[in-house]
């Protein structure tokens, strides 16, 4: 049991990797690589959020999230046109899935 519950904290570290590869081919340093980075401490991207982490304007912002998105990395998480925000999907899936098993534990107890 003791092994279940280090399966979200090892599938967490592992999803750098996993979107690397889901990405493709990109440039060190590119503004999709900047925000994979930033998701990893905050799973929900708005525009603004993108834009501050890239220090630029909303084209660039979207430029870099469209990959992100198209990979899978990035889901929209709500209906929005403009104004559209974000979560990483595998990260927010594990947090999900850690939510469950706390409380799971929580009502065992």
Same mark, same amino acid.
């Given at each position: 049991?003791?092994? !279940? $519950?280090?399966?979200? *904290?090892?599938?967490? =570290?592992?999803? *750098? ?5 889901? /990405? ?5 340093? #590119? $503004?999709?690589?900047?925000?994979? +980075?930033?998701?990893? %401490?905050? *799973?929900?991207? #708005?525009? %603004?959020?993108?834009? !501050? ?10 430029? $870099?999230?469209? *990959? /992100? ?9 709500? +209906? =929005?046109? =403009?104004?559209?925000?974000?979560? $990483? ?7 999900? +899935?850690?939510? !469950?098993?706390?409380? =799971? ?5």
């Amino acid at each position: 049991m003791a092994m !279940a $519950a280090s399966v979200g *904290p090892i599938r967490i =570290r592992e999803l *750098p990797d996993e979107w690397l590869a889901d /990405l493709g081919r990109t440039r060190r340093g #590119s $503004a999709p690589l900047v925000l994979m +980075d930033f998701l990893l %401490a905050q *799973p929900v991207l #708005s525009p %603004a959020d993108a834009e !501050a982490v890239l220090g630029s304007g909303t084209t660039v912002a979207y430029t $870099a999230i469209e *990959p /992100l998105e198209s990979a899978g990395i990035l889901r929209p998480l709500t +209906d =929005r046109k =403009r104004n559209q925000v974000w979560g $990483a999907s595998a990260l927010l899936d594990e947090l999900t +899935d850690l939510d !469950a098993r706390i409380q =799971r534990r929580a009502r065992s107890a």
